[in-house]
């Protein structure tokens, strides 16, 4: 069965800085991988994909994440934060042969300080 | 719209009353999602259909718990006795198979209190 954890629940974080979020996943083979933000209100937006190929993956605002098989990791990095990043991020691995259904982390919500 | 269309967005319930959520995913999606999220948790997944196949419905947390699709498209995730550990915001998502994207694109919501 696939899982995934995110080990850090909050972190705070000031404008202009950088940010990591980590994501660990358990999985039998190549999994999907995906970081999905839920901003205050809003429904879940992708940020970014890993299907297979190069293992630095890039995604909208700015937003990457390196693929780290040996680790079995999927961190999401930004090298400066802006205020609009605060959001809740949440990684989930998936498996065509699941079905695409993913299983989700449980999340790290942001905090921006300015 | 273009996107996935949840309704009603929120909804007030007492304790032991039938609920129903509706969920019209992206037109052209062959798979729909149902997951639940409580307040402070992650996503949970409840139920899975992918076209005409049997739904997957391993995720589901007791028998009060019913969906159904009907024509492929819209769903309907039927919460009977609802009971207040039922209260979270129910998601649903579709996604396009057989484009060997794996991405879900999620609804807003539908957010459940039960009193």
């Known amino acids: 069965a696939q899982s995934v954890t995110q080990p850090d629940i909050h972190i705070t974080v000031s404008e202009g800085a950088s940010l990591e979020l980590r994501c660990n996943y358990s999985y039998g083979a190549t999994p999907y991988l995906f970081w999905y933000v839920q901003s205050p209100g809003q429904g879940l937006q992708l940020l970014l994909k890993y299907f297979s190929g190069d293992t630095l993956v890039q995604g909208i605002k700015g937003f990457e994440a390196e693929f780290k098989r040996s680790q079995s990791s999927f961190n999401l990095r930004k090298p400066s934060v802006h205020w609009s990043d605060a959001a809740e991020y949440f990684c989930a691995v998936g498996a065509r042969a699941a079905g695409n259904k993913l299983t989700f982390g449980g999340g790290t919500r942001v905090l921006v300080k300015p | ?115």
């Open chain 2, 1 to 115: 719209g273009a996107g996935v269309s949840q309704s009603p967005s929120n909804k007030v319930t007492e304790k032991g009353k039938d609920v129903e959520l509706r969920c019209d995913p992206i037109s052209g999606h062959t798979a729909l999602y149902w997951y639940r999220q409580s307040l402070g948790q992650g996503l949970e997944f409840l139920i899975y259909f992918q076209g005409n196949s049997a739904p997957d419905k391993s995720g589901l947390p007791s028998d009060r718990f019913s969906a159904e699709r009907t024509g492929g498209s819209v769903s309907t995730l039927t919460i009977q006795r609802t009971q207040q550990e039922d209260s979270a915001v129910y998601l649903c998502a579709s996604s396009l198979m057989g484009a060997n994207t794996g991405e879900l694109f999620f609804g807003e919501g539908s957010r459940l209190t039960v009193l």
